[in-house]
């Protein structure tokens, strides 16, 4: 089973920028779609991005269009987020999750897992 493990959160002002990363463990990485998720104190967890397996085809959240881009490599077993323009609204625990081919084409969000411990990321007004 896939491990998962995130970082390159922190604290940044608003308008900042920040990459993540998230390093999987095996040799079955580059055989599923990833995403990323976040969850803000007291909410719900929330799609964030998603890749497909080959890297070609990518889906966000409205929240995340124009200002975040996920992106793989997996040749290194890292999956990648950079965010652009972050707003306070941004600040979260931000994962990483492995889903199967059917949930990237149908954007079932809610069967990605093998969860990571996430990183944290805070926006400062």
């Known amino acids: 089973q896939v491990q998962l493990v995130e970082s390159g959160g922190g604290l940044v002002q608003a308008g900042g920028s920040l990459r993540l990363s998230c390093a999987a463990s095996g040799r079955t990485f580059g055989n599923y779609p990833m995403g990323w998720f976040h969850q803000a104190p007291g909410k719900e967890r929330e799609f964030v991005a998603a890749?497909?397996?080959?890297?070609?085809?990518?889906r966000y959240a409205d929240s995340g269009k124009g200002r975040f881009t996920i992106s793989r490599d997996n040749a290194k077993n890292t999956l990648y987020l950079q965010m652009n323009s972050l707003k306070p609204e941004d600040t979260a625990l931000y994962y990483c999750a492995k889903g199967g081919p059917s949930d990237y084409v149908f954007g079932r969000w809610e069967n990605f897992g093998s969860w990571g411990q996430g990183t944290q990321v805070t926006v400062s007004s």
């Open positions: 890749i497909n397996w080959s890297g070609d085809s990518t």
